[in-house]
């Protein structure tokens, strides 16, 4: 049986395939620390398992759902747009629940995109970008963020990929904070970015899940005035409320993009079990004093990921945002050959002599290929114990 021609260029995840790599080296007894992969090891907050331990009880919470998510819910996610974003969302025509963000992306590329579309996506970026416009049957047209542009993108460059472009650009994915250079946005580059997209007939995809982490600035590109004419933004409980495995996501955009992405959606799933979105709308009324005392915690362990950089042949901005740090590898660092770069062979030397792994930054485009990321999500007993394992093979640089 052969796999239906989408799947053509489409490979495992990269992460599926290191984890499982991991997992053969510690049962040859070599208990890696995994530094790599962005899923926060704190719980929730006490009240929000509460509430789903006493919703999950009741006998009327385990029926299907609305397509459309709960009134709760959404009331709860306009809300918490408004506190924390000053942005003013209709609860009941411009927000949609998603089971995960991940998934939204999915949803909106087969939405709107088909064959003969081109779509810009970020280089470096999030690779579910590049598959899921693969699935849809368009195809990805990566435009730069570099350092020298402080990883913003460059319209010029912009507007000569749309007008060499065999396909018709339809749309831009764009992602701040971003992942994984963890620069965050501003406002000015956003107005920058609806007006170039109003310009040229495009849809703005704003992926904002990083908003809290590490982040005095938290913002969300529905601040510019007329974004919703052309911006959809999908947010995330997973990394700001330490809610990764429950799945919890949203959609914000105007009422039309809302009823069009629902029509691929109702087709997908059948609405998100009742408990968890309450639960989640208890985490969304979670006071600033939660999330400074986890920040407080990010940031010990951020100090500790300077430390071990230090140790490394990198260099990096200790402004960056987000539960990540980014990485230069050093260009005359002793590295061999490797085809992600100078990241993937320091990432190499690492997992393989010090039983530390940490992520090439090249499995996110071809401009991290001489970066590494490491993940702020491990604990500060395991951030020690890594620097005092690469302390041992700092001679291999």
Same mark, same amino acid.
């Given at each position: 049986?052969?796999?239906?021609?989408?799947?053509?260029?489409?490979?495992?995840?990269?992460?599926?395939?290191?984890?499982?790599?991991?997992?053969?080296?510690?049962?040859?007894?070599?208990?890696?620390?995994?530094?790599?992969?962005?899923?926060?090891?704190?719980?929730?907050?006490?009240?929000?398992? !509460?509430?789903?331990?006493?919703?999950?009880?009741?006998?009327?919470?385990?029926?299907?759902?609305?397509?459309?998510?709960?009134?709760?819910?959404?009331?709860?996610?306009?809300?918490?747009?408004?506190?924390?974003?000053?942005?003013?969302? !209709?609860?009941?025509?411009?927000?949609?629940?998603?089971?995960?963000?991940?998934?939204?992306?999915?949803?909106?590329?087969?939405?709107?995109?088909?064959?003969?579309?081109?779509?810009?996506?970020?280089?470096?970026?999030?690779?579910?970008?590049?598959?899921?416009?693969?699935?849809?049957?368009?195809?990805?047209?990566?435009?730069?963020?570099?350092?020298?542009?402080?990883?913003?993108?460059?319209?010029?460059?912009?507007?000569?990929?749309?007008?060499?472009?065999?396909?018709?650009?339809?749309?831009?994915?764009?992602?701040? $904070?971003?992942?994984?250079?963890?620069?965050?946005?501003?406002?000015?580059?956003? &107005?920058?970015?609806?007006?170039?997209?109003?310009?040229?007939?495009?849809?703005?995809?704003?992926?904002? $899940?990083?908003?809290?982490?590490?982040?005095?600035?938290?913002?969300?590109?529905?601040?510019?005035?007329?974004?919703? !004419?052309?911006?959809?933004?999908?947010?995330?409980?997973?990394?700001?409320?330490?809610?990764?495995?429950?799945?919890?996501?949203?959609?914000?955009?105007?009422? &039309?993009?809302?009823?069009?992405?629902?029509?691929?959606?109702?087709?997908?799933?059948?609405?998100?079990?009742?408990?968890?979105?309450?639960?989640?709308?208890? /985490?969304?009324?979670?006071? !600033? &004093?939660?999330?400074?005392?986890?920040?407080? /915690?990010?940031?010990?362990?951020?100090?500790?990921?300077?430390?071990?950089?230090?140790?490394? $042949?990198?260099?990096?901005?200790?402004?960056?945002?987000?539960?990540?740090?980014?990485?230069?590898?050093?260009?005359?660092?002793?590295?061999?050959?490797?085809?992600?770069?100078?990241?993937? /062979?320091?990432?190499?030397?690492?997992?393989?002599? /010090?039983?530390?792994?940490?992520?090439?930054?090249?499995?996110?485009?071809?401009?991290?290929?001489?970066?590494?990321?490491?993940?702020?999500?491990?604990?500060?007993?395991?951030?020690?114990?890594?620097?005092?394992?690469?302390?041992?093979?700092?001679?291999?640089?």
């Amino acid at each position: 049986m052969e796999t239906a021609s989408r799947l053509n260029g489409i490979g495992e995840y990269y992460f599926s395939q290191k984890l499982r790599e991991i997992e053969g080296l510690n049962k040859l007894g070599k208990n890696i620390i995994n530094l790599g992969i962005g899923s926060p090891d704190l719980p929730p907050h006490p009240s929000v398992i !509460d509430v789903l331990q006493q919703e999950s009880s009741k006998l009327n919470t385990h029926a299907y759902q609305s397509y459309k998510g709960s009134n709760i819910f959404r009331e709860a996610i306009a809300s918490w747009y408004l506190k924390k974003y000053k942005v003013a969302l !209709d609860a009941t025509t411009q927000i949609l629940p998603l089971i995960g963000s991940k998934e939204g992306i999915m949803h909106i590329c087969m939405t709107y995109f088909e064959q003969g579309d081109g779509i810009l996506i970020p280089n470096p970026g999030y690779p579910t970008y590049t598959s899921a416009v693969l699935l849809s049957g368009a195809t990805p047209v990566y435009y730069n963020l570099t350092s020298e542009h402080n990883y913003y993108p460059n319209f010029s460059e912009l507007e000569q990929l749309i007008a060499s472009s065999k396909h018709k650009i339809k749309a831009i994915f764009c992602n701040y $904070p971003h992942m994984p250079t963890g620069t965050n946005g501003n406002v000015q580059m956003f &107005e920058q970015l609806i007006a170039f997209a109003k310009n040229h007939d495009l849809l703005v995809i704003h992926d904002n $899940p990083y908003s809290f982490i590490l982040n005095d600035n938290p913002i969300s590109i529905l601040q510019v005035e007329g974004a919703l !004419d052309v911006a959809l933004e999908l947010n995330s409980l997973s990394k700001s409320h330490n809610m990764a495995g429950w799945r919890v996501g949203m959609l914000c955009a105007n009422e &039309e993009r809302i009823n069009e992405v629902l029509r691929f959606k109702s087709n997908m799933d059948s609405g998100m079990f009742l408990p968890v979105q309450l639960a989640a709308a208890q /985490a969304l009324q979670l006071s !600033d &004093e939660w999330h400074t005392s986890l920040n407080e /915690a990010y940031s010990q362990r951020r100090d500790l990921v300077f430390e071990l950089l230090n140790l490394l $042949p990198c260099t990096y901005s200790k402004d960056q945002v987000g539960m990540f740090v980014w990485a230069s590898v050093n260009q005359d660092a002793k590295l061999t050959n490797h085809q992600l770069g100078k990241g993937g /062979a320091l990432s190499d030397v690492v997992l393989y002599n /010090a039983n530390v792994f940490i992520t090439p930054g090249g499995i996110f485009g071809s401009n991290g290929n001489n970066y590494i990321r490491i993940s702020l999500c491990s604990k500060k007993e395991q951030l020690s114990n890594s620097i005092e394992a690469i302390k041992k093979i700092q001679h291999l640089f």
